[in-house]
């Protein structure tokens, strides 16, 4: 069974400009959560989509968003990117957004987003 | 609200030495505790969880952990470190909205 797959891995934008970053998550599973990591912050939450609804959202502004399609494939978006933006982006499956022993999340090698 | 600690930013230990990475919780409700592991330019891999069917856990690659309630902790151990074994550790709480609060890492060096 294929992992989760993220596209592209690496990206270079500027100042202003907007990206979108992919995620396709293990076959059946039909949550997709969102983690921005750096240096700085460390891994920090970004948004989980379950069913094309999203169901949970951490604190970023709203120059972050998200969707899911019905096949569970997730964008992310950022616009008017900063230079504070350059992280790695990392995407992770699970089968059921419920709790605990369900809610193993399995990451996909992640985007690495650089603004100049 | 739940969140992880973890000791130590860098832990370097020579091959065949024990390995011990430390995580302290902070949860008003029994935890779900999970110990990552990320190689450079991958993503992270989980090694093991606690979801409070036993205290002591065991993982893959050897590591296990062992959760104590009454220190709040959740340290990860392994008895002989390889050089394979050298990557970035992170622990991390389920918090009561079921997302992942991960800890700032802890970065294992493995001398020869």
């Known amino acids: 069974k294929a992992g989760v797959t993220q596209t592209p891995r690496y990206l270079i934008k500027t100042r202003g400009q907007q990206v979108t970053l992919s995620c396709s998550p293990i076959s059946g599973h039909r949550s997709v959560s969102w983690y921005q990591q750096t240096p700085g912050q460390g891994l920090q939450f970004l948004f989980e989509?379950?069913?094309?609804?999203?169901?949970n959202k951490g604190n970023f502004p709203g120059r972050f968003s998200g969707r899911q399609f019905s096949n569970s494939r997730s964008e992310m978006n950022v616009s008017t990117l900063e230079l504070g933006d350059s992280a790695l982006y990392l995407c992770?499956?699970?089968?059921?957004?419920?709790?605990?022993?369900?809610?193993?999340?399995?990451f996909g090698p992640g985007t690495r987003l650089t603004v100049l | 609200a739940q969140s992880v600690t973890q000791l130590g930013s860098h832990v370097s230990v020579s091959e065949g030495a024990l390995v011990l990475l430390r995580c302290n919780y902070s949860?008003?409700?029994?935890?779900?505790l999970f110990w990552y592991v990320q190689y450079p330019n991958q993503g992270l891999q989980l090694l093991l969880k606690y979801t409070s069917a036993a205290t002591l856990v065991k993982g893959i690659n050897g590591f296990e952990a062992e959760f104590k309630k009454s220190e709040t902790s959740f340290h990860l151990t392994k008895p002989s470190a390889h050089m394979s074994d050298a990557a970035e550790y992170f622990c991390a709480v389920e918090n009561n909205t079921d997302k992942l609060i991960f800890g700032t890492g802890t970065r294992l060096q493995v001398f020869p």
């Open positions: 989509y379950f069913s094309e609804t999203q169901r």
């Open positions: 992770a499956s699970s089968l059921d957004p419920s709790g605990g022993a369900r809610n193993e999340q399995f």
């Open positions: 949860s008003s409700v029994p935890p779900y």
